[in-house]
């Protein structure tokens, strides 16, 4: 006869695979998500990795399979927002290398982007995090205002003022750019 406890731990079983399987299909869109909010590969895959394990010792408050996805999403995107907030503190800035410094490659990978889209990628990495955040998964991954609130942990109105002032500050940059 199985007992409730064994039951438990079958059921704990199979949530830690389904989480397991789902990180391995997910890996890249969530370190896409987190490099949105962070702007750099290296501190995204930090929050990614922070994140997962956030997640891992976490996992026994999920209690709906179905809403794994967004539960994730909303871990991982918090830990990039805290990641960037970190990196643009002042020992942050003192100790990481400047935007302007980089690695020296065999070439220049930009050479080939179109100068809008440089543009507004240089726009979009001048907002905050939260509002990198928002922009990411609202405009990006398609999250809906209420959903994107839940992720970030924020009201639906704040969601909205920070999607309004990051459109008006990306079509502001963009058409300083044009001039």
Not at 72 to 85: C, F, H, P, Q, W
Not at 89 to 95: I, N, V
Not at 136 to 159: F, K, M, Q
């Amino acid at each position: 006869m199985v007992t409730t406890e064994q039951s438990a731990e079958v059921e704990g079983a199979r949530s830690d695979a389904a989480i397991a399987a789902f990180v391995v299909e997910h890996y890249d869109r969530l370190l896409g998500l987190a490099r949105i909010v962070c702007r750099d590969t290296a501190d995204a895959a930090d929050a990614v990795q922070i994140g997962l394990e956030q997640a891992w010792r976490k996992r026994s408050t999920l209690r709906d399979g179905a809403l794994l996805r967004p539960w994730l999403d909303r871990i991982v995107t918090r830990e990039a927002i805290r990641v960037s907030r970190n990196r643009s503190s002042w020992l942050g800035r003192l100790f990481s290398a400047r935007a302007e410094v980089a690695w020296i490659e065999t070439r220049d990978e930009r050479a080939s982007e179109p100068p809008t889209y440089m543009a507004l990628r240089a726009a979009f990495g001048r907002l905050s995090p939260e509002h990198r955040a928002v922009v990411g998964l609202h405009l990006h991954l398609g999250y809906s205002v209420a959903e994107t609130a839940a992720i970030v942990g924020a009201p639906d109105e704040t969601v909205r003022s920070r999607l309004r002032a990051a459109k008006q500050r990306l079509r502001s940059d963009l058409e300083e750019s044009r001039s």
